[in-house]
């Protein structure tokens, strides 16, 4: 899946127009909008500090964005959003099925 159907997908999931997720990432209220929709068409591609500020509106981790395969994706998102307690077990977890 590409950058540009993952970016639509959460923004979606997140309740948020293109305008409105481009202007609480920065980009300018005149032509949030229209970048928004080239991302998501794929025309354009955001640089990585685009990536990171989108990312942390849409409280999803950058790493989300250019995982290689939709199962990565959805544990990087998941994983991101535990509690920090809860991300220990889930390491320690799969610690130890690594191990054995």
């Known amino acids: 899946m590409s950058l540009a159907k993952r970016l639509k997908e959460a923004r979606l999931e997140a309740g948020l127009s293109q305008e409105r997720l481009g202007v609480v990432a920065g980009i300018d209220e005149m032509s949030a909008s229209a970048r928004m929709n080239q991302y998501e068409r794929g025309k354009h591609v955001p640089d990585l500090s685009m990536v990171e500020r989108l990312a942390s509106v849409l409280n ?36 130890d099925i690594y191990d054995n």
């Open 60 to 95: 999803v981790p950058a790493a989300y964005f250019y995982a290689a395969d939709d199962d990565l994706a959805k544990l990087l998102m998941m994983f991101h959003r535990l509690k920090q307690a809860d991300k220990k077990r889930v390491l320690a977890a799969v610690e």
